[in-house]
């Protein structure tokens, strides 16, 4: 690895792992060329989403300023070179699913070099992942739910569009970028559905029930004119300036509302809404197929994940009630 760029071997935490990105040098014309290159290439080819495009890009530039032009920079580094940085990387207290993810990065990076005849050999090819541990979604419980939706104060008009965001989120389960990102025009409350835009550009139609089609109505007419003012925004879900929501305001309203309806915040992630409803759905006899299509994973793998989280709900249930559990 680069001498001047060492760290003390003890992991390190987040906001350390921040300081000594911030302290690594600025990213040289060649690796900013080919970084560029690759995000363009990929996107073009796979209309991938701009998360994971973004994504790419962090991973890449981080990479290239740890080499700081070391041995041809980003483009001619060799296995060693991957060794070293994935080492550090360990060392600093990365976690196992962020070096995986790297190493994903990597070898769509450097198989588009190999395509090109930018280079011979891939480097990552060899490069074995680290073993993730499961980690299952965290749904809240039913009950929980209940009083999270009904945290809200709907006298006020953020409070009415909070609830009616959490309320389509739950009933829908859709993604946080989804939802702060959804369209007026995409929702038609006459039919009772939405057409959702997830990853890669695919879109899906999801059902609302009447309890979201219910405060999506009340939003609608007595919030949303209020947050637009004159403007004609996009965006269904608005801000005091009439602009679309951030995934972090939207979270940050998400652990505001917990700790107001007293759930512990290490229940509550991100997507923990979403997960709620794929797990309560299952709970309720939910055909895990139909399941697949209503949160618009690819592959049913991915959605199955959701099967051992209500194996596990049922297997704490019976250990907690049964005479003998």
Same mark, same amino acid.
């Given at each position: 690895? =680069?001498?001047?760029? !060492?760290?003390?071997?003890?992991?390190?935490?987040?906001?350390?792992?921040?300081?000594?990105?911030?302290?690594?040098?600025?990213?040289?014309?060649?690796?900013?060329?080919?970084?560029?290159?690759?995000?363009?290439?990929?996107?073009?080819?796979?209309?991938?989403?701009?998360?994971?495009?973004?994504?790419?890009?962090?991973?890449?530039?981080?990479?290239?300023?740890?080499?700081?032009?070391?041995?041809?920079?980003?483009?001619?580094?060799?296995?060693?070179?991957?060794?070293?940085?994935?080492?550090?990387?360990?060392?600093?207290?990365?976690?196992?699913?962020?070096?995986?993810?790297?190493?994903?990065?990597?070898?769509?990076?450097?198989?588009?070099?190999?395509?090109?005849?930018?280079?011979?050999?891939?480097?990552?090819?060899?490069?074995?992942?680290?073993?993730?541990?499961?980690?299952?979604?965290?749904?809240?419980?039913?009950?929980?739910?209940?009083?999270?939706?009904?945290?809200?104060?709907?006298?006020? =008009?953020?409070?009415?569009?909070?609830?009616?965001?959490?309320? #389509?989120?739950?009933?829908?389960?859709?993604?946080?970028?989804?939802?702060?990102?959804?369209?007026?025009?995409?929702?038609?409350?006459?039919?009772?559905?939405?057409?959702?835009?997830?990853?890669?550009?695919?879109?899906?139609?999801?059902? #609302?029930?009447?309890?979201?089609?219910?405060?999506?109505?009340?939003? #609608?007419?007595?919030?949303?004119?209020?947050?637009?003012?004159?403007?004609? =925004?996009?965006?269904?879900?608005?801000?005091?300036?009439?602009?679309?929501? !951030?995934?972090?305001?939207?979270?940050?309203?998400?652990?505001?509302?917990?700790?107001?309806?007293?759930?512990?915040?290490?229940?509550?992630?991100?997507?923990? /809404?979403?997960?709620?409803?794929?797990?309560?759905? /299952?709970?309720?006899?939910?055909?895990?197929?139909? /399941?697949?299509?209503?949160?618009?994973?690819?592959?049913?793998?991915?959605?199955?994940?959701?099967?051992?989280?209500?194996?596990?709900?049922?297997?704490? #249930?019976?250990?907690? %009630? %049964?005479?003998?559990?």
């Amino acid at each position: 690895m =680069p001498p001047r760029y !060492s760290v003390a071997m003890s992991a390190a935490t987040p906001s350390e792992r921040r300081q000594q990105a911030l302290a690594l040098p600025p990213l040289r014309d060649a690796d900013a060329t080919a970084i560029h290159a690759f995000i363009e290439t990929i996107w073009a080819e796979n209309g991938l989403a701009k998360q994971t495009l973004a994504s790419y890009r962090r991973d890449l530039e981080g990479f290239a300023r740890w080499r700081d032009g070391t041995s041809g920079g980003l483009v001619g580094v060799d296995r060693g070179g991957l060794f070293d940085y994935f080492a550090w990387r360990t060392r600093s207290g990365y976690s196992p699913r962020s070096n995986a993810r790297l190493l994903s990065t990597l070898r769509a990076f450097f198989a588009l070099q190999v395509r090109r005849g930018v280079r011979a050999d891939d480097p990552s090819a060899l490069l074995d992942p680290p073993k993730l541990p499961r980690s299952l979604p965290k749904a809240l419980s039913e009950r929980d739910i209940e009083v999270l939706l009904a945290a809200p104060e709907i006298a006020e =008009p953020l409070g009415l569009r909070d609830r009616a965001m959490l309320e #389509l989120m739950y009933a829908a389960g859709l993604r946080v970028s989804e939802l702060v990102g959804l369209p007026a025009t995409m929702v038609n409350l006459r039919q009772g559905v939405l057409r959702a835009t997830g990853k890669g550009g695919k879109e899906r139609l999801v059902p #609302l029930g009447e309890e979201a089609q219910h405060w999506l109505s009340r939003y #609608l007419a007595e919030s949303r004119p209020v947050l637009a003012g004159k403007r004609a =925004p996009m965006a269904l879900f608005l801000n005091p300036g009439g602009e679309a929501l !951030s995934r972090q305001q939207f979270w940050g309203l998400v652990k505001r509302y917990a700790g107001a309806a007293g759930i512990d915040p290490n229940k509550i992630s991100p997507h923990g /809404l979403r997960h709620s409803f794929a797990t309560h759905l /299952l709970n309720h006899g939910a055909d895990l197929r139909a /399941l697949q299509m209503l949160l618009g994973h690819a592959s049913l793998s991915t959605t199955q994940i959701y099967t051992l989280v209500a194996r596990e709900q049922l297997k704490r #249930l019976h250990a907690q %009630h %049964h005479p003998r559990g």
